[in-house]
């Protein structure tokens, strides 16, 4: 559901000819650029900027890849002196993607609490980060009536109110409905990402 | 040799400044780190020992048994949290959590096993609450330089689980400081030790975990 992508994620520390999507071979790179090496750094961003296109493809919504992708490559760039080059490089590096990935989904989460509080509609799923293939596969693990409610409000963007009239249920038990399944969904994937 | 696609979109950019901007790192080493805090506490214990050492003397000489089963309990909850804080620094680190449950059992079950489990005389006798303060206020101020020092190297490391971190730091700095306090305390009762040493404990872990994730940088 939400391991690696289809991409080579594998540990290597010798450098060899590969697509730039595969991030093994990366750590002698990196070894150099720790050493100052601008020329190896440069190939080492353009490699995970390749592979965060891709990781973060089938996670969030197309016109947050590139804001995803910078902040992760940011973080790299912040965390390169906790690299280890006797380690691989592609669980470092894929750690740390997660992570901002991960970071995204919950400020957009806690957006979304703000949101329900105001009781404003629920609407605009299209700018939502989190995609709505990953939503649907995250929907299958939390309960029924959960994820009805976050179905109807994210997927298919009805109000609240709407929501209560068309399910039968009080707003206030819409909201927690909503809120225990975001925090399930949530929990999922960082589990799913540990 | 190496074949890359150029980088497209806004991220070029920035790939390039990152590039350009790069210069010689100074790699983090956890064993380095590790070297540092343990000087840092070694100091620290050798100042109270010079402060209170007669009347560590003079509790050993006592009751050697659970003086030496409390020290290991708590020096050894501070050892085991320590360690896995520094392990959770690594951004590939996996969650510990079954680690942290068997360190934290363990010990605990040892210190119940061995200490003074004797419940007579009522719970004020026990909990003694105008010495417990002490206690508890004391631990929490032993506990200042272990919380410090975990915090500088977590700011300096890579946690991609800043709240997990910050409860190994919590436990870890709030055992050290009762381990420090409880090497003059001549209390050996389980029902006070829960009570203010653990809740000196529980205090330094809250605020590590109110606190810590947000000093966490990325």
């Known amino acids: 559901m939400t391991g690696s992508p289809n991409l080579k994620v594998v540990g290597g520390t010798q450098a060899s000819s590969r697509p730039a999507t595969d991030l093994s071979g990366l750590g002698p790179l990196m070894a150099k650029a720790q050493n100052g090496d601008k020329a190896a750094y440069n190939q080492v961003l353009t490699a995970c900027d390749a592979w965060l296109k891709i990781f973060l493809a089938r996670r969030v919504a197309p016109e947050s890849v590139d804001d995803i992708a910078q902040e992760a490559l940011m973080a790299l760039h912040r965390k390169r002196h906790t690299y280890d080059p006797e380690k691989p490089f592609a669980p470092w590096f894929v750690a740390i993607a997660r992570y901002k990935w991960l970071d995204r989904l919950r400020q957009h989460y806690r957006a979304d609490e703000v949101e329900l509080e105001d009781q404003a509609s629920v609407g605009g799923h299209e700018s939502a980060v989190v995609s709505k293939m990953v939503l649907e596969r995250l929907l299958s693990h939390i309960p029924e009536n959960q994820a009805e409610a976050i179905r109807l409000a994210k997927i298919e963007g009805y109000a609240l109110d709407e929501i209560a009239t068309m399910t039968g249920q009080s707003l206030s038990s819409v909201k927690v409905r909503i809120h225990r399944g975001m925090k399930r969904m949530m929990k999922k994937l960082e589990e799913a990402n540990a | ?218």
């Not at chain 2, 920035?14 to 070694?42: K, N, Q, T, Y």
């Not at chain 2, 946690?159 to 305390?185: D, M, N, R």
Request: positive net charge.
């Open chain 2, 1 to 218: 040799m190496h074949e890359f696609n150029a980088p497209s979109g806004g991220n070029a950019d920035l790939i390039r400044s990152l590039s350009d901007s790069m210069s010689p790192v100074r790699r983090r080493r956890s064993g380095r780190e590790m070297m540092i805090l343990a000087g840092i506490l070694a100091l620290q214990l050798a100042g109270t020992l010079a402060l209170v050492g007669v009347n560590s003397a003079a509790v050993l000489t006592h009751n050697p048994s659970m003086f030496i089963a409390k020290a290991v309990m708590l020096g050894g909850l501070s050892l085991g949290f320590t360690l896995l804080a520094f392990r959770s620094l690594d951004p590939e680190a996996p969650r510990q959590k079954n680690f942290a449950y068997a360190i934290g059992g363990a010990l605990l079950g040892f210190g119940i096993l061995t200490l003074d489990r004797n419940f007579g005389g009522g719970a004020m006798n026990i909990l003694m609450p105008s010495k417990g303060i002490t206690c508890l206020l004391s631990s929490i101020s032993f506990s200042v330089p272990m919380f410090i020092g975990l915090t500088m190297f977590m700011r300096g490391g890579a946690s991609t689980q800043p709240s997990l971190t910050a409860l190994f730091i919590g436990i870890a700095a709030g055992s050290w400081g009762v381990f420090v306090y409880g090497l003059q305390c001549p209390f050996m009762n389980i029902g006070y030790i829960a009570a203010w040493y653990g809740g000196a404990v529980l205090l330094v872990t809250l605020a590590a975990a109110a606190i810590l994730p947000r000093l966490n940088r990325w």
